[in-house]
Structure formats: C-alpha cells, structure tokens
Nanobody, 126 residues
C-alpha cells in the first residue's frame, strides 16, 4: 500500500502561484509514476499532469502547459506541482495519485491509478 497526503492548497488571487506537495509513505514510492488530477464542483476529475517513476518524463494537459510544472524528489518521497499564472478556472480540489504497477508508464486516465490522496483545495479569486 501507498499512502498519499497532499498539501499546499489555499486561496490565491488570479495571476498568483502555489506549490502543491504530495508526500508518500508505504511501499517504494520511487517505483511508481504519479499524476495530479483536479475536480471542480459538479465536474469530473480531470488529468492535470503526470511524471514518470524516474522523473525523466512529464506530461501536461493542454491548458496547464507553460503554467504548471510537475517534479519529484524520490529521496523525500514527494511529488510537487508548481502552479503559476493561476486563473479562476483553476479552482478545484487537487488530488495526487500513484499507479499500482512498479516502473510502469504514466497515464492520463484516472482509472490507471490505484492510490489516491485526500485532496487539497485550490481557490483562485478574480
């Protein structure tokens, strides 16, 4: 089992920045690809970004490219999501998730992820 805990959310004005963290415990976290998803009220949980188990490959949803950066520090068992130039439409609960297969490829579908955190609220005011 892998336990994931997100932190770093909060209230920020449009144009501002936040850095989310996803701290892991349990099984060898560094073996798993990790992704961030977000869910706004009344909407589905959507893909935001993913990072390979090694950290060498990243992927972003189109609307996040150039604004968000995903990274990981396997020595600290932590994945980060740096969010810049935030917009009101970025308001959502942000979740990190880890695939359950070691050394597998990161995917965009939430169905591919076995372990989830509880989420952290990000609110961007206009």
């Amino acid at each position: 089992q892998v336990q994931l805990v997100e932190s770093g959310g909060g209230l920020v004005q449009a144009g501002g920045s936040l850095r989310l963290s996803c701290a892991a415990s349990g099984r060898t976290f560094s073996n798993y690809p990790v992704a961030w998803f977000r869910q706004a009220p009344g909407k589905e949980r959507d893909f935001v970004a993913s990072i390979s188990w090694s950290g060498g490959d990243t992927d972003y949803a189109d609307s996040m490219k150039g604004r968000f950066t995903i990274s990981r520090d396997n020595a600290k068992n932590t994945v980060y999501l740096q969010m810049n130039s935030l917009k009101p439409e970025d308001t959502a609960v942000y979740y990190c998730a880890a695939r359950g297969r070691s050394f597998s490829t990161a995917r965009r579908s939430r169905l591919e992820y076995s372990y989830w955190g509880q989420g952290t609220q990000v609110t961007v005011s206009s």
